[in-house]
T-cell receptor, first 112, second 114 residues
């Protein structure tokens, strides 16, 4: 089945810094890639997604890049704030059934 | 954003007993999902449900598991009988459409089987 990997597993940055989270997947049938963030003790919160017919998507301080050839995604967060501290999950979904395969998550800590 | 609710937030039961986890999905959503996350491990898909039927289930969805949504009420995951390895956090999600539609997650139910 699909396998999703994320790197790094954790990041500690100073407020204002930019961060990059990398994600790779294995199944070329995956066509939809939602990202979620989870703050301590809270639910997964959808933050951004991209479909396989796109290369880039941007919303506010988030930019998501997708390379279908290399099966690689990267999430860029600019001007980080302490409120961005959370675990960020990359995920992949095959068109037919919408089951999501999650990565292990990247723990981001933004220090004030 | 849209909120999915889960009841209870925590459940402790003895091995062999039955447990029902309840999910209140987003009101106009049509597709429902359960995921399981064992402490320190990846979140994994269990099952998805649409129009009163299981659409797909993973190998984690054992024979002891069942799902239903009677008359548009809670979407439930029942485990009967429970086993020690069922201890995990169970997340419910719902989406308006199926493929490639955003899934919204509940806060999870932490199940501990003793």
């Amino acid at each position: 089945g699909e396998q999703v990997e994320q790197l790094p597993s954790s990041l500690i940055v100073q407020e204002g810094a930019s961060v990059l989270i990398n994600c790779s997947y294995t199944d070329s049938a995956s066509v939809y890639f939602p990202w979620y963030k989870q703050e301590p003790g809270k639910r997964l919160q959808f933050i951004i997604d991209i479909r396989s017919n796109m290369e880039r998507k941007q919303t506010q301080r988030l930019t998501l890049l997708f390379d279908k050839k290399t099966k690689h995604l990267s999430l860029h967060i600019t001007a980080t704030q302490p409120g961005d501290s959370a675990i960020y999950f990359c995920s992949a979904s095959i068109d037919s059934n919408n089951r999501i395969f999650f990565g292990d998550g990247t723990q981001l800590v933004v220090k004030p | 954003g849209p909120k999915v609710l889960q009841i209870p937030s925590h459940q402790i039961i003895d091995m062999g007993q039955m447990v029902t986890l309840n999910c209140d999905p987003v009101s106009n959503h049509l597709y429902f999902y359960w995921y399981k996350q064992i402490l320190g491990q990846q979140m994994e898909f269990l099952v998805n449900f649409y129009n009163g039927k299981v659409m797909e289930k993973s190998k984690l969805f054992k024979d002891q598991f069942s799902v239903e949504r009677p008359d548009g009420s809670y979407f439930t995951l029942k485990i009967q009988p429970t086993a020690l390895e069922d201890s995990a956090v169970y997340f419910c999600a719902s989406s308006l459409g199926g493929a490639q539609d955003t899934q919204y997650f509940g806060p999870g139910t932490r199940l501990l089987v003793l």
